[in-house]
């Protein structure tokens, strides 16, 4: 972590017809760092997501991405610069392999993204990398396998693949743990830290066990605002993080 900043926010706020989703947010993300964002539900988290990619406009405020302003840039133009997101449900396609997600999130490559009516074989050329991300996310062997049928632990591993093709300089991970049991937890934790290595990751997650094995800062959201920032052990003791979270003073 170089301590460069690749991704910020400037008093971002999003209002939806009086009822204030994001105050005032101003977050500063270093290139190469695992960032994180928590916070009880409703605090702002996703929202923020959600703007920072532009599935929604921001109310107030302002974006910049490696310096530039991306406030009003299409969602699309967003994630061509290398700012891709995942998502809290699974948005793989289910009655396609493992190894055709991939495929279809490579095809972008080719400029053949829309052109769904070409024979399979023109995506071939495809395969060599498409087997690559998905033995990197531990789906190896598992290429053929169609994606309704696997675990939900590797349909999330299958989705960091799809988003992995697209080659994000910055990867917005979603709640990429929850739902899953133990077992899942522990080797997508494994998976994020090595996808990590020479990128930059800013998750939402309610794990607490896995903010603190993976964030190198975490901020924290309660109703819209930001509360605390620093790293894991600072906001753990911060007073006002453990009443957000509790609901009473410690």
Known sequence: ???????????????????????GVSLRVARGSIHALIGPNGAGKTTVFNLLTRFLPA??????????????????????????????????????????????????????????WRPERSLS??????????????????????????????????????????????MLLDEPTQGMGHEDVGRVVGLIRQVAAGRTVVLVEHNLSVVRDLADRVTVLARGSVLAEGTYDEVSRDPAVLEAYIGASP
Request: proline share 3%; charged share 25%.
């Open 1 to 23: 972590m170089d301590g460069e900043t690749i991704l910020e926010t400037r008093e971002l706020v999003k209002a939806f017809q009086g009822f204030v989703a994001v105050n």
């Open 125 to 170: 050329v495809l395969d060599a990398r498409a087997r690559e991300l998905l033995a990197a996310v531990g789906l190896e062997g598992q290429e053929q396998v169609t994606t309704v049928e696997l675990p939900y632990g590797r349909k999330r591993a299958l989705e960091i693949a799809t988003t992995l093709a697209l080659e994000p300089e910055v």
């Open 59 to 116: 109310t107030r405020g302002s974006i910049l991405f490696r310096g530039e302003d991306i406030t009003r840039a299409r969602p699309a133009e967003i994630a061509r610069r290398g700012l891709v997101r995942s998502f809290q449900v699974s948005a793989v396609f289910p009655d396609l392999t493992a190894l055709e997600n991939v495929r279809v999130a490579l095809q972008r490559g080719l400029g053949t993204s829309f052109h769904f």
